[in-house]
């Protein structure tokens, strides 16, 4: 049975940094492309950020570029999403997801896989 399990989300004020972390079991993603998402209250789930399973090649919304960085480590079947300068708007539930293929892609519908979501609640 695949799982992916978030962690490393809570409660942070504006200007503060968090760190995801995203754990498969089940099977190994080594081969597969990885993704962030988010959901807000009241909000559709959005694209948040997606990483190649080299590593090589990642990719982001652009209101996270700059603040926020994907990263991997396939000998710990894990993806990470460090998030730094935490504004208001990036409260949301965060779920990580995992393709079949090793295509970066932004659509949601495209993952297969998805983890239960961690919150991330920032205060102003």
């Known amino acids: 049975q695949v799982q992916l399990v978030e962690s490393g989300g809570g409660l942070v004020q504006a200007g503060g940094s968090l760190r995801l972390s995203c754990a498969a079991s089940g099977r190994t993603f080594s081969r597969n492309a990885m993704g962030w998402f988010r959901q807000a209250s009241g909000k559709e789930r959005e694209f948040v950020a997606a990483i190649s399973w080299s590593g090589v090649t990642s990719g982001y919304a652009d209101s996270v570029k700059g603040r926020f960085t994907i990263s991997r480590n396939n000998a710990k079947n894990t993806v990470y999403l460090q998030m730094n300068i935490l504004k208001p708007e990036d409260t949301a539930v965060y779920y990580c997801?995992?393709?079949?293929?090793?295509?970066?892609?932004?659509?949601?519908?495209?993952?297969?896989?998805w983890g239960q979501g961690t919150q991330v609640t920032v205060s102003s």
């Open positions: 997801a995992a393709r079949n293929t090793a295509v970066v892609v932004t659509t949601t519908r495209d993952y297969a896989y």
